[in-house]
């Protein structure tokens, strides 16, 4: 059956929003590596203990893959790339003497890296497929994800006093509005669409690690037509 599918249209990207690396000492640990190191099962982890006092300066670490560069690392953790976050990655990772030769099974740790948000801008809609606690669980199901959608995702990192280091799984690109947004959601399989939520704006308390709205890509849901199998 043919369907009204999403495609993207580029619009003129904003101006580039500044980084500036956190001054935070605290880490927080990748939930994937806390379980194996408690010794007692009761005991709380330590990003649940310690999340809510400030944010933290590891993302998390993730294993080299074959045809692995710290460049296509950086893009997939950070969802761009920037010669400030590969220097920014290089710095917490001494062991590595050359990006572009990396070996497989080495394991890479990823810094935070502030995204400072325009809150003057006009409101932006995202769709979030899905949130997760750890870098590595994020990484596997945002593969999950493309398999099930064939559509480009990103791992949005943020951090709330509220809920600790997070990991949002969203659509790369933005709505201009909320029906938008929905319109598209209406055009996903029932069982992808029904675990996705719409996000507008993010608490003032928020910190986020990663630009949100894809880097002002702007997408519309009634562009194109595509064969979607049922």
Do not use: C
Request: charged share 20%.
């Amino acid at each position: 059956n043919d369907t009204e599918q999403l495609v993207s249209l580029t619009a003129p990207s904003p101006p580039e929003a500044p980084l500036v690396n956190p001054t935070s000492t605290a880490a927080i640990i990748d939930n994937s590596s806390v379980a194996e190191a408690l010794p007692d099962k009761g005991q709380k982890a330590p990003s649940e203990r310690f999340h809510q006092a400030v944010p933290p300066h590891i993302l998390g670490q993730l294993v080299v893959r074959p045809g692995d560069t710290l460049g296509i690392m950086v893009h997939r953790v950070y969802g761009s790339f920037r010669n400030s976050f590969l220097s920014t990655v290089i710095a917490a990772n001494p062991h590595i003497s050359n990006p572009d030769d990396i070996d497989v099974g080495n394991i890479v740790q990823f810094p935070t890296v502030d995204f400072l948000m325009d809150h003057q801008s006009p409101p932006a809609y995202i769709i979030a497929f899905d949130e997760l606690p750890s870098l590595t669980a994020a990484m596997l199901r945002k593969q999950d994800l493309f398999e099930q959608i064939q559509l480009p995702v990103r791992v949005v990192p943020s951090w709330s006093p509220a809920d600790g280091l997070r990991f949002h799984l969203v659509l790369t690109g933005y709505f201009d509005s909320d029906e938008a947004a929905n319109r598209y959601l209406s055009l996903l399989p029932t069982k992808t669409s029904d675990q996705a939520m719409i996000i507008s704006n993010w608490s003032g308390k928020t910190v986020l690690f990663s630009d949100p709205y894809g880097g002002g890509l702007r997408l519309s849901p009634l562009t194109v037509r595509t064969k979607i199998e049922k």
